[in-house]
Every structure is written in structure tokens, then in C-alpha cells.
T-cell receptor, first 115, second 114 residues
Framework: GAGVSQSPRYKVAKRGQDVALRCDPISGHVSLFWYQQALGQGPEFLTYFQNEAQLDKSGLPSDRFFAERPEGSVSTLKIQRTQQEDSAVYLC?????????????FGQGTRLTVV | GNSVTQMEGPVTLSEEAFLTINCTYTATGYPSLFWYVQYPGEGLQLLLKATKADDKGSNKGFEATYRKETTSFHLEKGSVQVSDSAVYFCALSASSGSARQLTFGSGTQLTVLP
């Protein structure tokens, strides 16, 4: 596709349920980022991949959060035993190369609601 | 650590009014600075960027100048349109380290009335 694609767009999970969020980056983009955006706030960094290597996971809020990108393309963010505070929009972004000047392209996000 | 502080909203203007959204940052080294825009129902889109001091980014009539002496990157537009109604985010990307993640401000909601 032409842009970053995320699925599902909306997810309602019962507290304690595991969820998996998918990101399809732009083809050929080396860098992939996950962000968490709470209501009325700016996105906050979760984790970063360069190809299949997870180079930074310092933003993951707990060990319930896990991300992977096994073949250097599609990425999955998994949240185990979801809690109400996990409710947010999860954004994926990709960029061609990993330097600070390169534009990051964002998907539309997955809105997760934990009930 | 790195941080971005931007003008709180919401901001409501009449069409053709002048717009300023203030943004200041804290960072080590020489970050790149960005403005992203989020239109209703859409994803974040890059509006403009500047990668070194005194650079001016511009797009769609919007401008912002990288001011290192005041650590600022204020967004301006001379005459806003209804179609500019959106949420605007100021962001920076660090110039060192292994990751190039963006650090965002909290966003400013702009509504332009006809």
C-alpha cells in the first residue's frame, strides 16, 4: 500500500485479555516506531526497530507489553493481561532510514478500549 | 531528557486571522524540529520541519523558524482557513543515540470559524 496500515482500527478488550495490534509499514522502510497516545495528549514513544532488530524498548510501560518485527517488515505490538490504563490510541510510524532528519509516516492508529 | 512544551489550546480563530502556536523545547545537542498535524479522522501528517539552527520550514502557508538561542519553533500562518482546523503537534528528534524517536508536545486544537 501507499501508506502505513494498522489493524484493527478499533479494539475493545475485557480487562485481563491479551491483544495483538498489527502494523504494516511502507515497503522498504528500515525504521519502525510504536507510540502510545492517551486522550488529549501527544504520542509517547514505546519502542523502535531497525529492520528486525529492536534497538530501543525503553518506552514500554511494563513487561506486559511486547513488540516484534521478525522479518523486518510487519510488526506486532502485544499487550498481555490488559488493564484500563492501557486504553489509548497506539500509533505505528515508519521511516526510510534511521536518522533524526528523516520524515516519519504515521498510520491512523488502533484505538484500544479496555473495559 | 528531551521535552517539548507547546501552547495549550483550544484555539479558536475567525477565517483569515493570524495564527501563532508557541513551541519551546529542551534537548541536548542539535535536534531536528517538526510540526505534525492531525486532521479529524486522519493520522498524523508532517506539516514542516527544520534540521538546523535558523532554518525555516514552510508548507501550505505555515512557517516555523528554528531558534536555538530561544529554543523555540513557533508555528505561524498569516491567514487561516476553515480547512486548517486540526490538532497541531510540535516535536523533536534527537541528534544522537541509537533511536530517532520523536518527542511530542501535548498538542494544540485549532478551530477556524467561517
Amino acid at each position: 500500500g501507499a501508506g502505513v496500515s494498522q489493524s484493527p482500527r478499533y479494539k475493545v478488550a475485557k480487562r485481563g485479555q491479551d491483544v495483538a495490534l498489527r502494523c504494516d509499514p511502507i515497503s522498504g522502510h528500515v525504521s519502525l516506531f510504536w507510540y502510545q497516545q492517551a486522550l488529549g495528549q501527544g504520542p509517547e514513544f514505546l519502542t523502535y526497530f531497525q529492520n528486525e532488530a529492536q534497538l530501543d524498548k525503553s518506552g514500554l510501560p511494563s513487561d506486559r507489553f511486547f513488540a516484534e518485527r521478525p522479518e523486518g517488515s510487519v510488526s506486532t505490538l502485544k499487550i498481555q493481561r490488559t488493564q484500563q490504563e492501557d486504553s489509548a490510541v497506539y500509533l505505528c510510524a515508519s521511516s526510510l532510514v534511521g536518522n533524526s532528519r528523516t520524515e516519519a509516516f504515521f498510520g491512523q492508529g488502533t484505538r484500544l478500549t479496555v473495559v | 531528557g528531551n521535552s517539548v512544551t507547546q501552547m495549550e489550546g483550544p484555539v479558536t480563530l475567525s477565517e483569515e486571522a493570524f495564527l501563532t502556536i508557541n513551541c519551546t523545547y529542551t534537548a541536548t545537542g542539535y535536534p531536528s524540529l517538526f510540526w505534525y498535524v492531525q486532521y479529524p479522522g486522519e493520522g498524523l501528517q508532517l506539516l514542516l520541519k527544520a534540521t538546523k539552527a535558523d532554518d525555516k520550514g514552510s508548507n501550505k502557508g505555515f512557517e516555523a523558524t528554528y531558534r536555538k538561542e530561544t529554543t523555540s519553533f513557533h508555528l505561524e500562518k498569516g491567514s487561516v482557513q476553515v480547512s486548517d482546523s486540526a490538532v497541531y503537534f510540535c516535536a523533536l528528534s534527537a541528534s544522537s543515540g541509537s533511536a530517532r524517536q520523536l518527542t511530542f508536545g501535548s498538542g494544540t486544537q485549532l478551530t477556524v470559524l467561517p
